[in-house]
């Protein structure tokens, strides 16, 4: 195992049989720093999700291994997993996955009630994070009331509810106007600056410049590794983003 926070060794996942064989990920390695921000990019069937999903413990290996601060998480059983994706893990997808009968604030602290917090605390942690992402005053609000940037801050919310060790992002600006991928792109870039760990997948050439690290991914497996501007990323100027 390297020294990362999430490492994977040689992992591989395939689906089907025979001829039907898919090797979505194929040998993949991957070290992730603690703080780090690592974007994964590549065409559509690349096997981006797929790697994200094992690395959440979303989904299984067919060989080799994942770790998470420490820990080899293919091997822990359904429950461990669970408890896992509750609390060391918090993901972002394209599609929100808001829950649409809980407010803002209810969706933010679910997470967090069904880790054991206390309702007072939850509420609290949610009321800050929902501060933190700018949308104290849509707390109560729906997710129907809510324009597409807004539920993907709500989700980024309830993502980091839990404190948790890594953010898995998965498309995060898929579904958004121009406007509000500009307001997720900050919210990534104050993350970083705060030291949270992400891995990101994205066909978004802004939000991979958000990264300290950039991947490129094809047929399953890595096919290059770039450091972004002295480890930086590029995002020090959003007004060049806008056009």
Same mark, same amino acid.
Request: glycine letters at 12%; one cysteine or more.
């Given at each position: 195992?390297?020294?990362?926070?999430?490492?994977?060794?040689?992992?591989?996942?395939f689906?089907?049989?025979?001829?039907?064989?898919?090797?979505?990920?194929?040998?993949?390695?991957? /070290?992730?720093?603690?703080? @780090?921000?690592?974007?994964?990019?590549?065409?559509?069937?690349?096997?981006?999700? +797929?790697?994200?999903? #094992?690395?959440?413990?979303?989904?299984?290996?067919?060989?080799?291994?994942?770790?998470?601060?420490?820990?080899?998480?293919?091997?822990?059983?359904? !429950?461990?997993?669970?408890?896992?994706? !509750? +609390? *060391?893990?918090?993901?972002?997808?394209? *599609?929100?996955? #808001?829950? &649409? @009968? #809980?407010?803002?604030? @209810?969706?933010?602290?679910?997470?967090?009630?069904?880790?054991? !917090?206390?309702?007072?605390?939850?509420?609290?942690?949610? +009321?800050?994070?929902?501060?933190?992402?700018?949308?104290?005053?849509?707390?109560?609000?729906? $997710?129907?009331?809510?324009?597409? *940037?807004?539920?993907?801050?709500?989700?980024?919310? !309830?993502? #980091?509810v839990?404190? $948790?060790?890594?953010?898995?992002a998965?498309? $995060?600006?898929?579904?958004? /106007?121009?406007?509000? +991928?500009?307001?997720?792109?900050?919210?990534?870039?104050?993350?970083?600056?705060?030291?949270?760990?992400?891995?990101?997948?994205?066909?978004?050439?802004?939000?991979?410049?958000?990264?300290?690290?950039?991947?490129?991914?094809? &047929?399953?497996?890595?096919?290059?590794?770039?450091?972004?501007? *002295?480890?930086?990323?590029?995002?020090?100027?959003?007004?060049?983003?806008?056009?």
């Amino acid at each position: 195992m390297g020294a990362g926070l999430v490492v994977a060794r040689e992992l591989i996942k395939f689906y089907g049989h025979g001829e039907g064989l898919v090797r979505a990920v194929d040998g993949v390695d991957l /070290d992730v720093a603690q703080g @780090e921000t690592v974007a994964v990019m590549g065409p559509s069937g690349c096997g981006k999700s +797929t790697l994200l999903h #094992l690395l959440g413990g979303l989904d299984r290996p067919s060989s080799r291994e994942v770790w998470l601060a420490g820990q080899r998480i293919d091997e822990l059983s359904e !429950r461990e997993l669970a408890r896992l994706r !509750r +609390t *060391g893990v918090g993901f972002v997808f394209q *599609g929100f996955h #808001l829950m &649409d @009968e #809980l407010t803002a604030v @209810e969706n933010v602290e679910l997470p967090a009630l069904l880790a054991g !917090r206390s309702p007072r605390a939850a509420r609290n942690r949610a +009321t800050k994070l929902l501060e933190q992402v700018g949308l104290a005053d849509r707390a109560a609000h729906l $997710p129907s009331a809510l324009s597409g *940037g807004q539920r993907q801050r709500v989700a980024i919310g !309830r993502a #980091l509810v839990n404190e $948790p060790v890594v953010v898995l992002a998965d498309e $995060p600006t898929g579904n958004l /106007d121009s406007t509000a +991928t500009l307001d997720v792109l900050r919210l990534f870039k104050q993350l970083r600056a705060a030291g949270q760990t992400i891995v990101v997948v994205t066909h978004d050439e802004r939000v991979a410049a958000t990264a300290d690290r950039l991947i490129s991914m094809r &047929d399953g497996a890595f096919v290059d590794q770039t450091r972004l501007t *002295g480890g930086t990323g590029r995002l020090g100027d959003l007004a060049g983003l806008e056009g």
